[in-house]
T-cell receptor
Framework: KQEVTQIPAALSVPEGENLVLNCSFTDSAIYNLQWFRQDPGKGLTSLLLIQSSQREQTSGRLNASLDKSSGRSTLYIAASQPGDSATYLCAANTGGGNKLTFGTGTQLKVEL | EAQVTQNPRYLITVTGKKLTVTCSQNMNHEYMSWYRQDPGLGLRQIYYSMNVEVTDKGDVPEGYKVSRKEKRNFPLILESPSPNQTSLYFC?????????????FGPGTRLTVT
């Protein structure tokens, strides 16, 4: 059974810092790995999707990497801003592509 | 605007009173799914549907039913809600091409069962 872990559970950084969020998964037979952002009281917004054959994906200040062999993914946020404050979730797509297993998230706070 | 909608957004009900949470998407997606989110447990999949009339259980299906009679709609039915089903529920959809399709989530339905 796939298990997804995110460390740390919470992170506070000053504005402008570059930061890395970590995601690990136990079953490397994934179709893709997706990173989401969740704001308080709101739904999930997809940030990046990395296919199993890819090593990384970039969107603006965000860069996500995937290392299937070690069961790890990272989300790199460059030049963090207060508006980046949210909970970041990673999810591994397995089960024939029908199951999305989520980590419990990293709650990020970017302070002025 | 491409979106997944859920109704109601907030619901307080009593034990045993049947309820339905609706989910609709306007992106012609084949795949739809329901999740619940609980503190400390994260999001867990309840049911999913690969297409019309094709549904299957996720990790926590007990106490829930679904149906997929139309491509755009995927309602979640609680026949006899219990307090342990108090949670935040999300519906999601994506295209059918596994591996490359992102999942899009609705805004969530906060359910309280007393």
């Amino acid at each position: 059974k796939q298990e997804v872990t995110q460390i740390p559970a919470a992170l506070s950084v000053p504005e402008g810092e570059n930061l890395v969020l970590n995601c690990s998964f136990t079953d490397s037979a994934i179709y893709n790995l997706q990173w989401f952002r969740q704001d308080p009281g709101k739904g999930l917004t997809s940030l990046l999707l990395i296919q199993s054959s890819q090593r990384e994906q970039t969107s603006g200040r965000l860069n996500a990497s995937l290392d299937k062999s070690s069961g790890r993914s990272t989300l790199y946020i460059a030049a963090s801003q207060p508006g980046d404050s949210a909970t970041y979730l990673c999810a591994a797509n397995t089960g024939g592509g029908n199951k999305l297993t989520f980590g419990t998230g990293t709650q990020l706070k970017v302070e002025l | 605007e491409a979106q997944v909608t859920q109704n109601p957004r907030y619901l307080i009900t009593v034990t045993g009173k049947k309820l339905t949470v609706t989910c609709s998407q306007n992106m012609n997606h084949e795949y739809m799914s329901w999740y619940r989110q609980d503190p400390g447990l994260g999001l867990r999949q309840i049911y999913y549907s690969m297409n019309v009339e094709v549904t299957d259980k996720g990790d926590v299906p007990e106490g829930y039913k679904v149906s997929r009679k139309e491509k755009r709609n995927f309602p979640l039915i609680l026949e006899s809600p219990s307090p342990n089903q108090t949670s935040l529920y999300f519906c999601a959809s994506r295209r059918g091409d596994i591996g490359v399709a992102e999942q899009y989530f609705g805004p969530g339905t906060r359910l309280t069962v007393t």
